[in-house]
């Protein structure tokens, strides 16, 4: 089953909508992106989506880009996502709806805290 992420445009205040499938899914400016941000703050291969549907593992990866890929405010390189964490790629807050289950259980609903 494929991951939803609620991707919010901070300078234009649009929302839409990305659903991760298995395999990785790479993030960027460049046009061959799986995910394409079409932004200056945005580095052309800026990272990727990495999921696991079977382990249920869902994870974000920063390709060195220029300025960095956040979680939950702290700068990662590579990071397992849980709903409700906040993922910051240059002007763009993707909210994750559906992330990684905790002990082969769903992860938490977007606001609660986990377990």
Do not use: C
């Not at 580095?43 to 999921?51: D, E, I, M, T, V």
Request: aromatic share 6%; charged share 20%.
């Amino acid at each position: 089953m494929a991951k939803d992420i609620l991707v919010k445009d901070k300078k234009r205040l649009s929302l839409h909508t990305w659903s991760v499938e298995e395999g990785f899914s790479t993030i960027g400016r460049d046009p061959g992106s799986r995910f394409m941000l079409d932004h200056p703050s945005v580095s052309r291969s800026h990272g990727a989506f990495f999921l696991r549907e079977r382990a249920g593992v869902l994870t974000i990866e920063d390709h060195g880009s220029t300025n960095g890929t956040l979680v939950n405010g702290v700068p990662v390189k590579r990071k397992i996502l849980f709903a409700g964490d906040v993922v910051q790629i240059g002007d763009f807050q993707l909210y994750i709806l559906q992330g990684s289950a905790a002990q082969g259980q769903p992860g938490p609903a977007l606001g609660s805290g986990r377990a």
